[in-house]
């Protein structure tokens, strides 16, 4: 039940110089002029006539020039004869801060200013719980993060910090409403999922009610409460009957024209006489996080620096620049260093994370040491263990900066500090005694350039130029990037899938292998067993792949084909008995090119080279990536991402598939070497032979 009405006191501003006259929320989009004053003053006057009915009412003067005045809650936050003025994030409302200073002043409160740089809209983002002693604070758009900190400092009260995420809720007080007697309406979705949950940890089940999207819409949460009677613009009948059980008089009364701005009755006024309620709030101390973090590199023209600010906030952390230094030419490197702010060590810690990941160096004074964790059973890694990038990593361990070999993405980094050396390893492959990376204190990362258009080196990936130009761009470059690697004897994977025999692309993968340009072949059961019974039945999956037709009886042929080389008990088997003559895997058997072909669940057969175990696949992949420089990923995108996951960065990989998503989804794997190629394998295969030889004078055998 709530207790009985007690005569409380609201300030409010009457509506005489109301409009909308800029736009600083997503309410009051296109709203501008289009309020009418005669029913804002109609709707303020009914508002007031209630609240008079029910507490005393004071007035502050309406002035010229500040049309939101008249949304008092935002002048300030009253707890008994102090106030903290408000400090408005825009510089629209900057200007009312004077105004309500004065009122306040002159009716004997004393006064707080907020520091400059600290955002802080009063009881617009600020709301004592009525039951026990503690302050909700709404957090993300307007008012900053580091406003809890301050104002739990000043009035010695206890924050609870609240992120908002929706926009249309940019203030705590249009999405929360404390009631007396500990009750709460609130919608959950204006809220991180942190704030949701501490929301449900600190107010009873039975206490808070989880309004609809319709009823957060009509402003049901910016809503007064007098002690017994709540007044709102409107609400759906399940809220109006939940008040109505917990002893509260719903009154409606119309804001639509306050809502254009976006607020309503809540907004419209101030509680002057908050006092603290006696009990003490169950221990939530929220222990600010703050750690400070730097890096150095071309931070504007990649526009890395943007990014790793918009991430901060994202993740609902704040942060302050400490030192800047912009490099002076194009080719300078900058430096940074922010001073990261978050409501928890545990949010600071997912932030640091994702901060290393891109590049940033967490500092702690003189330079942190890494922190080893004891891996305590095989294959199990400490929990907070450090999960590897596919950037260069160096590890800071008794005083010394190491880098990390074996780097590869989702490993962990097992150091030996006696000998100065970090491996990184997969989980599977820890051992008990290992000592591992833990947390993010002395990593530093080095994340290569961003892909930068204007020197033209990704330029077809440019809207300008039509997809069959942008195919053709992409083939001169990678034609001339693998003629560059094999000159200096550099290695190239390849990486493909049964569709590049099913599409005529097989003779052009025979030629570059007979010319030297592939190092080794990453892929599955299917694209053997489909290039071989090409090569002994002249079909694909029963497909003849000269006239495209279905062969008779063809059917069997791929699985003739297995059956053929099971015979030879493998594909080199096959080739020394002189029964395998052609096709793709005839060609690495006689060019002594290593193959590795990794099971799958829908495989036929297998072929007796198929590795069905696929940690030794994984093992067997990997020691052949070693040292690559280019790898051509060409439609699968099983294998492709396998290997990506395996690949650090630096390599060049070309992702061709017909499928936009799949070509980009591979490409964006984090290497920004990565190119997307979306068409026809065949075709890509068809462009990339036909530009070797056209460049390197040479005849389909290798031969000038
Ligand atoms: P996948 O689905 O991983 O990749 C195929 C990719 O090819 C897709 O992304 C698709 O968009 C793309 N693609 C389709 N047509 C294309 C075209 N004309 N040009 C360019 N891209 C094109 O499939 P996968 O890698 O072929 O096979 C997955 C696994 O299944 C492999 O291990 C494979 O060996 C096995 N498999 C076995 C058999 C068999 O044993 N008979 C048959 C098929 C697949």
Redesign the pocket.
């Known amino acids: 039940m709530a207790s009985k009405a007690q005569k409380n006191r609201f300030l409010m501003c009457p509506p005489e110089f109301f409009a909308v006259e800029y736009e600083i929320n997503p309410w009051m989009e296109g709203n501008r002029e289009r309020t009418v004053l005669s029913q804002a003053r109609d709707q303020w006057a009914a508002l007031h006539h209630h609240m008079t009915q029910r507490a005393e009412v004071e007035l502050v003067t309406p002035r010229q020039g500040v049309p939101d005045l008249v949304f008092t809650a935002n002048a300030g936050l009253v707890l008994g004869k102090e106030v903290i003025l408000s400090h408005f994030r825009h510089p629209e409302r900057q200007a009312e801060e004077p105004y309500f200073k004065e009122w306040f002043e002159s009716n004997g409160f004393k006064v707080t200013e907020m520091p400059s740089d600290i955002f802080f809209e009063g009881a617009g983002d600020a709301l004592f719980d009525r039951d026990v002693d503690r302050l909700w604070l709404g957090y993300g758009w307007r008012t900053s993060l580091e406003a809890c900190d301050f104002v739990g400092r000043t009035l010695n009260v206890e924050v609870v910090p609240l992120r908002l995420v929706d926009e249309r809720f940019y203030h705590l007080d249009t999405c929360f409403c404390p009631l007396t007697g500990g009750f709460l309406i609130y919608y959950p979705n204006a809220f991180d999922a942190r704030a949701q949950r501490l929301i449900e940890e600190l107010v009873p089940a039975e206490k808070r009610f989880a309004v609809s999207e319709r009823d957060a819409v009509h402003f049901a949460c910016n809503a007064i409460d007098t002690g017994s009677a709540i007044l709102m613009n409107n609400c759906t009948v399940e809220l109006e009957r939940c008040l109505t059980q917990w002893g509260f008089e719903v009154i409606r009364t119309s804001m639509s024209e306050f809502m254009m701005a976006g607020g309503a009755c809540k907004c419209l006024s101030l509680r002057l006489n908050e006092n603290r309620p006696e009990r003490r709030a169950q221990a939530h101390k929220p222990e600010m996080a703050r750690r400070t973090v730097s890096m150095e590199g071309h931070l504007l023209d990649n526009g890395l620096l943007a990014r790793v600010m918009d991430l901060i906030i994202h993740m609902g952390g704040n942060f302050e620049v400490l030192e800047f230094r912009a490099g002076q030419r194009r080719d300078d490197k900058s430096i940074v260093r922010l001073l990261v702010t978050a409501i928890s060590n545990d949010q600071l810690e997912t932030i640091l994370a994702r901060l290393v990941d891109i590049g940033m160096q967490v500092e702690e004074g003189s330079q942190q040491e890494a922190r080893l964790g004891v891996v305590d059973k095989d294959g199990v890694a400490p929990d907070d263990f450090y999960a590897t990038t596919i950037f260069p990593t160096d590890v800071f361990v008794r005083g010394r900066w190491i880098r990390c070999t074996g780097q590869r993405m989702d490993g962990m980094i097992v150091v030996d500090d006696q000998h100065f050396t970090a491996t990184i390893k997969l989980m599977r492959d820890l051992r008990r005694g290992e000592r591992v990376v833990v947390g993010h204190d002395g990593i530093r990362i080095h994340p290569k350039k961003e892909k930068n258009a204007e020197k033209g080196e990704f330029s077809f990936m440019s809207s300008a130029v039509s997809s069959e130009r942008r195919v053709e761009i992409a083939v001169e470059h990678v034609a001339w990037e693998m003629m560059q690697i094999r000159k200096r004897n550099g290695r190239i994977a390849l990486v493909t ?3 590049a025999v099913h ?1 005529g692309g097989i003779e052009y993968l025979c030629r570059l292998v007979r010319k030297g340009y592939i190092s080794t072949v990453l ?5 053997a ?1 489909h290039d071989i019974e090409r090569a002994l039945y002249g079909t694909s999956l029963g497909v003849d792949l000269k006239r495209g037709t279905v062969v008779h009886g063809g059917h069997r042929h ?1 699985l003739s084909a297995i059956n053929t080389i099971r015979r030879h008990d493998g594909i080199r088997g096959a080739v020394e008995a002189g029964v395998l003559k052609s096709g793709l895997m005839y060609e690495l058997v006689k060019n002594n090119i290593p193959y590795v072909l ?1 099971g ?1 669940i ?5 072929l007796p080279d198929t590795l069905m175990d696929l940690v030794e696949a994984q093992r067997q992949y990997a020691q052949q990536l070693q040292g690559v420089e280019m790898i051509l990923m060409l ?5 492709s991402i396998g290997v990506g996951n395996m690949t650090p960065a630096g390599v060049k990989m070309i992702c ?4 936009t998503a ?1 070509a980009t989804k591979l490409a964006d794997r984090g290497s920004v070497e990565s190119v997307p190629v979306v ?4 075709l890509f295969l068809n462009l990339l032979s036909s530009k070797i030889e056209e460049l390197s004078l040479e005849g389909p055998n290798g031969k000038a």
């Open positions: 899938g049964p569709v599409t892929s599955g059961n299917a694209l067993v791929h990794a799958s829908r495989d036929d057969g297998p439609s699968t995108m099983l294998h061709v598939d017909i499928n799949v068409t026809d394998v065949g």
